[in-house]
């Protein structure tokens, strides 16, 4: 009994030194790698993104509208002339004017329409900051997953290896050596599929940010394990769906439809009354000369633009109930958000306290037992799959809570702070 339990001593201090000297701590990231957190991604992906740059062009084309209406109709100028044995030439000078304030109809609904953008932009912002931010939080838990992966695998190597000193020896059997080497194996594939996984999750924000897809970069302070649990406890449902039906841009641009659909139909009305088209006459011939005056004043027998003002007004039912739907949607939209985050509180409270310390404390010493031989290889490995287990669903835990917390800021369209 002495002789075994010195034997496997030796073997296990041998082996021991022999994977300090040799085994290195593999990295998740080369060292070529550069950061980048979140507030650098959301800016970047603000200024790049070649969505929000097409609606910024859009944002000028509304504008030279808005700068290109005139505030009268260019005046329009005929001559004649005949010859013969005398000979007569006329000029005629006309000026149109649009009357029932069509101009000013025409101003409101070019401005309107150049609010309607700019809004559009916010919203694409809005939409485009809440997938940074769940693309970053993706990112940031593969990570954190993949680097707790590759420790693993340093651990489990170094078993595999005490393993097979123990089984040359003749302490254990081949099972047992297998089986160590069976966990490695495993690892390793554990720590593949999530190398993968890394890699769409950066090709994923890279795509958001604007910036090539092959860039590779580490996410800074991804995922804190300090969370402000309570910053918005005192927040209510009621209060967040007041909130967000005063900020969520979308609602704004509903608002700005049925905002030119009135101005439109109020268009569509003045143009009912025709325009006045007023001219200047001068003529001369060989025997005198004669100027006067010309008005010229459609009447509105057969067409009294009622196509167009029954248009604008069918679709104002149309604004009004698109309205009332997309005010549905949002309060939709922050009732799920606000579950959603206090679900992710309540599932991290359950890892709160000593759990995790106390597990990486168990593992720890198992480890130093087994390295001692006054424990089995199962129990070590029991004990780690449980440790990784637990990591993992605590970090997914966490990355539920930003990405949650995220949706709820997007569905209020602004920060939690800024809720009153």
Known sequence: ????????????IVGICLLISTVQIPSAFSNGDSGVSLEIAIETALRENPKLKAIREKV???????????????????????????????????????LGGQRGHQRRIATTHLEKVNVELAEASRLLTKSVKVAFYELALVQEKLRLAKEIIQHTEQMRNIAQFQFEAGDISVTQANFANIQLQSALREASTLAGELHLAQIALNGLMGISLETEYIAIDGLPEKISANAHEKLTLATLETHALTHRTDLKSFQLDAQLTENELQLAKAANIPDLSV??????STDENIFGVKFILPLPLFDRNRAKINAAEAQQQVDTVRISDIERQIIREVMSAFLSLNTAEKTIAFYEGDSLTLLNENLSLTREAYELGEAELLEVILMQNEFIKTRFAYLEALAAYYKALAQLEAAIGTSIEAVP
Do not use: C, W, Y
């Open 1 to 12: 009994m002495h002789t075994k339990l010195a034997s496997n001593h030796i073997f296990t």
């Open 60 to 98: 000028k084309v509304a504008r030279a509208r808005v700068e290109g209406i005139a505030l009268l109709d260019n005046p329009r100028l005929e001559t004649e002339f005949a010859g013969g044995t005398g000979f007569e030439q006329g000029f005629e000078l006309t000026q149109t004017f649009q």
């Open 279 to 284: 001219g200047a006459l001068a003529q001369r």
